[in-house]
């Protein structure tokens, strides 16, 4: 993104939150369906201050504020079925919103996870609750902005903000295709289209000496904050300050298809910016190769940049490698162990790290 004049600040490992709206076309189809008035105004939540209500007109709230074709929680059905005439929609709505008995419980699980329902969906499904837009603003959630990691040192890039960002589509088991309404809303972004943005503060920060090593393990997307963390450490290098080892671990499913950056590391490498890169394309050989394989296979560099030279380590991504990645760095500590002649407790030492700060976790 161009931030031209905006005057726009951003630090390392912060995140920008994108003010997307809902699409065009649907939101009109919406209007047209539900027998509403473009025009009526209604009090909505401000996207900017949710203690601050705001007139807009029904379009306008449906386009910027009221998260209409989002995944509704269970609560949603309980308060559509208090405006249910026929008594079995109100019975059945009651029960999904309730759990009631197992039944409902694994049909909303099927709605929500396979069906991907949205609350238009469930609004067209059950015709004899039809909330006034009044009240449809109440019972369905706000639009909230959605959050990724930047993925550039404003150093490096003064007038601009990198995101690294990958589209959301499917296709529900009715044949309909279904997009992330963030991903969409950029896809779909003409060149030179404003966006509304904001800042939010991180945990992904750098230490505050530049010769602290970094060991940074990041799968898909989760490698955006450690691009602007190199960015930064080759800047730093520029600028005649010393830099500690770096040490960057990536996991993919196929290099030819998500080797997301990977000139750009190699280069980093090249130029001694990046001290190791461990590479893991699990579905490329036949034995699937892990970002926690990567990371035993070099235990040596995390024990001596890790523990003896006192480095942070940062983890990005999905939540699931979480307890295999750690088991790694908690072996670490046992070998540094044994070569201070002192029995460490891997979980306890781990522990202190993460209340040092030197254990940081950016999971999704």
């Avoid at 601009?160 to 997009?179: A, C, E, H, Q």
Wanted: proline residues 5%; glycine residues 8%; hydrophobic residues 35%.
């Amino acid at each position: 993104f161009d931030l031209g004049t905006s005057g726009l600040k951003y630090e390392i490992g912060e995140a920008l939150g994108i003010h997307a709206i809902n699409d065009v076309t649907e939101v009109n189809e919406f209007i047209k369906w539900y027998g509403l008035n473009p025009d009526e105004v209604v009090e909505v939540v401000s996207r900017e201050d949710s203690d601050i209500y705001e007139a807009r007109t029904v379009y306008q709230a449906l386009l910027h504020n009221v998260d209409i074709f989002g995944r509704p929680p269970k609560r949603f059905y309980e308060a559509l079925s208090h405006f249910a005439d026929d008594p079995m929609e109100q019975t059945e709505l009651l029960l999904l919103g309730t759990g009631g008995n197992q039944e409902s419980v694994v049909e909303f699980k099927r709605r929500a996870e396979v069906d991907t329902v949205t609350f238009a969906d469930i609004l067209l499904q059950y015709r004899s609750a039809h909330p006034s837009m009044h009240d449809i603003v109440k019972i369905v959630s706000p639009m909230k902005r959605r959050e990724y990691s930047v993925a550039s040192s404003q150093k490096v890039t003064p007038n601009s903000i990198s995101l690294l960002i990958v589209t959301v589509n499917w296709v529900d088991p009715k044949g309909r295709d279904r997009f992330g309404q963030a991903t969409r809303y950029m896809d779909s972004l003409p060149i030179g289209a404003p966006v509304t943005v904001s800042i939010k503060p991180s945990v992904m920060k750098l230490p505050a000496k530049t010769t602290s090593p970094l060991i940074m393990a990041g799968l898909g997307t989760g490698l955006a904050p450690f691009r602007a963390f190199v960015q930064e450490r080759a800047w730093q290098k520029q600028q005649g300050m010393e830099i500690g080892p770096v040490l960057l671990y990536m996991g993919s499913r196929h290099q030819r298809e998500e080797y997301l950056y990977g000139e750009e590391w190699e280069a980093y490498r090249d130029a001694g910016i990046i001290t190791l890169l461990g590479r893991a394309f699990s579905r490329d050989q036949k034995e699937k190769i892990y970002i926690q394989d990567r990371m035993r296979e070099s235990l040596t560099e995390i024990r001596q940049d890790y523990l003896e030279k006192e480095g942070t380590f940062y983890l990005c991504g999905p939540t699931w490698p979480v307890p295999d990645v750690t088991n790694v760095l908690e072996e670490a500590v046992v070998v540094q162990g044994g070569f201070d002649g002192k029995k460490r407790d891997g979980m306890k030492e781990i522990e202190r790290l993460k209340e040092e700060g030197r254990y940081v976790l950016e999971v999704y």
